[in-house]
């Protein structure tokens, strides 16, 4: 039996990932327990109707992503159907927000598909001891993590208000959001992760649970048919990979866009002689991070195949100067190491979340079709089964003296933007894993039409021509969390989980 060590966003989650390890259960079968567990248990923050990538790196053999992201749904529906059942909302979430939400945003999901994947090339125990501890949670209630009473307190009244069942299981009588540490039981959860555990993922795809998941969407102007979740496919892809410092770096391929910019980012970064958080870092990084999303957003955001969009990027980005590239919420993530060098890195997302909660089912449901930074001409043009654009970049490495790293964030935008931070960090920087994490970031993005750098109190904050300076007192989970795992072969086993978001690490095996 091998040891293994899980980094999640939440204690229970990473403890869940450690009981499936005691069994005898692998790096994948724990990241796959502690995902569940999040989708079942982060209200808010990831829903058992979300989807998500899983990037796995077997010892001795070449990684591959499994891409079980979010379909276009909408088969056999008439035009008229689309762009129904929708609502846009704003609310305070590190600035304003804007998002569109109800059943019209629920996107065919994709989560459980891939996890089902996962475990069927790699998981060394039943299906149904890995359901097993959100199995449990659900039938005693859990309590609530600090990343999901934190995200509800944001967006309890704009997501989850509308929705009367939704408001029921996350509000007092009084109208307050549930708090940090309350006992939560969500009605028919249990039920449903008994039905999963017994009959696999296709009890969610075109068992009872399809059926009245179906159901309920299409009486309220939904999109997904019986159709879209029968004929879904979690997908198996090769990595982007690429060469940082004495690391090589696998992360998320097209048609996601998360792994492109991270890998672009980093290849710039590389070329730089970076020794501390100085001024001077401050503004080169801000200069990568200005390069690779202004890129995304001329070249790969509006890209039918982004095949050939990434390779421009990647390769403009291996010359090392940012200035090629000027010239042409609702996340998980979880990270598992084993001692026999396997690697697992799962991130997955139901957007900013669509409010809906089936009735009896106890299942939140994404609003992928919603989430306007990601499709800001609306998805209505889309082809039932186009998979969606995506962020999320789950990323494993191996250095050239044998050690392995997981690492993955939640953080729409920001996903990226972290990943590249925490890796310059620890790879070049020297500092460790935690130290790697905990450091304060930074983040480009365009506020009301701006060029805007967001930043955490802690790094020296330089005036640039043509930014806005947004800061944050302290740190904020607007800047992600990032959870990270790392097997070295005289060391063992090492773990960090982002204070930002109250994560848990956890180990187990002999």
């Known amino acids: 039996m091998s040891q293994v060590i899980i980094a999640s966003g939440s204690q229970i989650s990473a403890d869940a990932g450690a009981a499936v390890a005691n069994q005898g259960g692998n790096a994948v079968d724990a990241a796959i327990a502690a995902t569940i567990v999040s989708m079942s248990t982060d209200l808010g923050v ?49 600035g304003k927000i804007s ?4 059943y019209g945003t629920i996107a065919t999901p994709g989560m459980f598909a891939a996890l089902g994947k996962a475990w069927e090339q790699y998981g060394n125990l039943s299906w149904a001891d890995v359901v097993a501890p959100a199995q449990k949670w659900a039938e005693r209630g859990f309590p609530l993590s600090g990343g999901a009473a934190e995200y509800l307190l944001h967006a309890h009244t704009a997501i989850f208000s ?15 959001p549930v708090q940090h540490g309350e006992i939560i039981h969500v009605p028919g959860l249990a039920e449903s992760l008994k039905l999963i555990a017994q009959e696999g993922v296709q009890a969610f795809y075109t068992g009872e649970l399809g059926e009245r998941i179906v159901k309920e969407i299409q009486e309220n102007q939904g999109l997904l048919t019986a159709a879209d979740l029968a004929a879904y496919q979690a997908i198996e892809r090769s990595p982007i990979c690429i060469n940082f410092d004495d690391w090589q770096i696998a992360t998320n391929p097209p048609p996601a866009v998360g792994g492109a910019c991270l890998a672009a980012m980093l290849l710039l970064l590389d ?14 990084m801000v200069e990568v991070q ?14 039918g195949d982004r095949t050939g969009s990434t390779a421009k990027l990647l390769e403009l980005a291996s010359v090392g100067k940012p200035q090629t590239l000027l010239t042409s919420p609702s996340t998980i993530h979880i990270s598992a190491v084993d001692s026999n060098g396997l690697a697992c890195a799962i991130t997955a997302s139901a957007g900013y979340g669509s409010g809906v909660m089936v009735a009896g089912t106890g299942f939140w449901f994404n609003n992928s079709l919603g989430e306007i930074e990601l499709h800001p001409q609306g998805c209505q043009h889309l082809k039932p089964g186009v998979r969606l654009t995506s962020n999320m970049s789950p990323t494993i490495a191996h250095c050239a003296d044998g050690s392995v790293l997981a690492i993955g964030s939640p953080g729409a935008s920001r996903i990226t933007t972290a990943l590249a931070q925490v890796l310059l960090n620890f790879v070049h920087l020297g500092m460790s894993l935690e130290d790697a994490i905990a450091h304060p970031r930074l983040h480009v993005e365009t506020r009301e039409g701006a060029p805007t ?29 990032v959870q990270a795992t790392l097997w070295h072969p005289q060391q063992g086993l090492s773990a960090a989980a982002d204070p930002r978001r109250t994560g848990g690490v956890a180990s187990g095996g002999t």
Not at 162 to 176: A, F, I, M, N, R
Not at 271 to 284: D, I, P
Not at 454 to 475: K, L, N, S, T
């Open 46 to 94: 990831m829903a058992a109707g979300g989807s998500g990538f899983i990037t796995i790196w077997p010892a001795n053999a070449h990684p591959i992503v499994i891409d079980g992201y979010a379909e276009m749904p909408g088969r056999g529906l008439e035009n008229e159907r689309f762009g129904k059942g929708i609502r846009e909302v704003f609310f305070d979430y590190g």
């Open 271 to 284: 070329g730089y002689c970076l020794r501390e958080w100085n001024l001077a870092t401050v503004k080169q």
């Open 99 to 102: 998002t569109v939400l109800g």
């Open 290 to 303: 200005h390069a690779v999303l202004n890129y995304r957003n001329y070249h790969l955001d509006l890209a």
């Open 162 to 176: 509308w929705h009367p069942q939704s408001y029921k299981t996350l509000h007092h009588v009084d109208g307050t």
């Open 453 to 481: 750098i967001v930043i955490e109190a802690g790094i020296p904050i330089p005036e640039i021509e043509g930014f806005i300076i947004h800061r944050f007192p302290q740190r904020s989970m607007y800047f992600g969390g």
